[in-house]
């Protein structure tokens, strides 16, 4: 059994199911990473497995747990964090006014933990006092992933991390996410860097209108001459 898997999902918005018979897993400590063309529902697969979508059939299983029947404020509670790809920090709010939002749900002292995300991210501490919608695209990913850290999860899932910024910035995001993922957590991510991504990924989800069409490593699938010519680019 996985610590976190979205099993036999099926799913999607009216009438219309967007995902069909999808799974997707993660361990502790992984990464996992879901990639596929435009419209695969690479996105719909986080919302159902964070509780934005309702599903048909199918279910999620947190840490052994039936989950499918949760809200997202309590799976947030459960241990799961979530970074949309938009609209994902207050812009009026300083960088640490953020992060404070990040630990609504703590009643215990989260100094600690604001350390560490300033540990991991030091330009935001430089940047603490300053409104999160005056900073650069790559800095406001930064804050929201660390907002999402305050709750301490277990298991952190991205949304397109990278999306809208230069190179140099998407691989440092991408190597903090293996730093986040080295802590023990699990990471489940979207990406449409999939190239770059699978380079990351213990794990990777190739997904074709709503369902697998490949599972495996990242470097198998990247080694896939078929993933490859269709997913890759060549």
Same mark, same amino acid.
């Given at each position: ?49 964070? %509780? ?7 279910? $999620? !299983?947190?840490? *052994? @747990? ?5 809200? +997202? ?72 992933? %660390? ?7 277990? $298991? !952190?899932?991205? *949304? @397109? ?5 230069? +190179? ?67």
């Amino acid at each position: 059994m996985s610590f976190l898997i979205g099993e036999n999902m099926t799913g999607g918005y009216g009438a219309t199911n967007i995902l069909n018979d999808c799974n997707i897993s993660v361990e502790k400590g992984e990464i996992a990473v879901i990639v596929g063309p435009n419209g695969a529902g690479k996105s719909t697969a986080m919302k159902a497995i964070f %509780g934005m979508l309702n599903l048909r059939e199918g279910r $999620v !299983l947190f840490n *052994d @747990e039936d989950i499918t029947a949760l809200n +997202p404020q309590d799976r947030v509670r459960k241990g799961m964090g979530f970074v949309p790809q938009t609209h994902n920090v207050f812009p009026t709010m300083t960088v640490e006014e953020n992060l404070e939002m990040g630990a609504f749900i703590r009643e215990d002292d989260f100094r600690h933990t604001m350390e560490q995300v300033y540990d991991l991210f030091p330009i935001l501490k430089q940047k603490r006092r300053q409104p999160a919608g005056e900073l650069s695209g790559g800095q406001r990913q930064q804050v929201a992933v %660390g907002r999402a850290l305050m709750t301490q999860p277990q $298991v !952190l899932m991205l *949304d @397109e991390p990278t999306a809208g910024v230069s +190179p140099i910035v998407m691989d440092e995001l991408f190597d903090r996410i293996i730093d986040v993922a080295h802590t023990g957590i699990a990471i489940l991510m979207v990406e449409q860097n999939a190239k770059q991504a699978l380079n990351i990924a213990d794990k990777g989800y190739v997904l074709v209108q709503g369902t697998n069409a490949y599972t495996d490593t990242g470097e198998a699938l990247l080694a896939n001459p078929e993933v490859r010519r269709t997913f890759l680019g060549g």
